[in-house]
């Protein structure tokens, strides 16, 4: 089995930052791409950042030049530096990875999520 656990969330001021991170661990073959939803109350849940194993990034309009995700390979993680925060940030967010555990099929698989708050 494999499974995602998110830390860093909290609640910050508008303008503030936070960083997001998340570890994968079990057993884990290859993990392609890698990323980060969100889910406001009464929302559908929405990409904010992706990025493949070769480290390409796409990020949802609402938080470019503002957001920045990363990976490290050789530990399976995956982090989410948010700045300029707004409080139409507020969300839990959520990690998720394609992983392999065989070398053959890739599912994807969803951390817990960790709720950030951003206050006016």
């Known amino acids: 089995q494999v499974q995602l656990v998110e830390s860093g969330g909290g609640l910050v001021q508008a303008g503030g930052s936070l960083r997001l991170s998340c570890a994968a661990s079990?057993?884990?073959?290859?993990?392609?791409?890698m990323g980060w939803y969100r889910q406001a109350p009464g929302k559908q849940r929405e990409l904010v950042a992706a990025i493949t194993s070769g480290a390409s990034t796409n990020y949802a309009d609402s938080v470019k030049d503002r957001f920045t995700i990363s990976r490290d390979n050789a530990k399976n993680t995956v982090s989410l530096q948010m700045n300029s925060l707004k409080p139409e940030d507020t969300a839990v967010y959520y990690c998720?990875?394609?992983?392999?555990?065989?070398?053959?099929?890739?599912?994807?698989?969803w951390g817990q999520g960790t709720q950030v708050t951003v206050s006016s």
């Open positions: 998720n990875a394609d992983v392999s555990t065989s070398g053959w099929r890739t599912y994807t698989y």
């Open positions: 079990g057993s884990i073959f290859s993990i392609s791409a």
